[in-house]
């Protein structure tokens, strides 16, 4: 198998932990968001603390990035998953933004 064959795996693979962990965040915020808060709301948010674990144990660098770091040397934010460049490339921070205004909803809603 060729460096090609083995990063498109990897970035299909990589692309789809980024949907699956887009449809965890997005559940939570909606549910916090309609106020209900359910044992999905706790389990995403687990999932989401263990995303951040790993990204703080990785230096803010995907594991998944490390990688497919071994079959490319490109420079480009999206070598690694099929996402636009732009995207890619502030992924970390709109995501983060989003979960911290998800967090601060959860938290009215559990003193309201």
Same mark, same amino acid.
């Given at each position: 198998?060729?460096?090609?064959?083995?990063?498109?795996?990897?970035?299909?693979?990589?692309?789809?932990?980024? =949907?699956? $962990?887009?449809? =965890?965040?997005?559940? $939570?915020?909606?549910?916090?968001?309609?106020?209900?808060?359910?044992?999905?709301v706790?389990?995403?948010?687990? &999932?989401?603390?263990?995303?951040v &674990?790993?990204?703080?144990? $990785?230096?803010?660098?995907?594991? =998944?990035?490390?990688?497919?770091?071994?079959?490319?040397?490109?420079?480009?934010?999206? $070598?690694?998953?099929?996402?636009?460049?732009?995207?890619?490339?502030?992924?970390?921070?709109?995501?983060?933004?989003?979960?911290?205004?998800?967090?601060?909803?959860?938290?009215?809603?559990?003193?309201?």
């Amino acid at each position: 198998m060729t460096d090609g064959n083995k990063l498109f795996i990897v970035k299909a693979v990589h692309t789809l932990i980024w =949907v699956f $962990f887009n449809i =965890v965040i997005l559940y $939570f915020v909606y549910a916090v968001v309609v106020d209900q808060i359910d044992r999905w709301v706790w389990v995403c948010l687990s &999932l989401i603390g263990l995303e951040v &674990l790993t990204l703080i144990v $990785f230096r803010t660098v995907c594991p =998944v990035t490390l990688i497919a770091r071994q079959y490319s040397d490109s420079t480009k934010d999206n $070598f690694d998953i099929f996402l636009p460049n732009w995207l890619a490339r502030y992924n970390k921070k709109i995501y983060s933004v989003i979960v911290l205004i998800g967090i601060v909803v959860l938290m009215y809603r559990l003193v309201t």
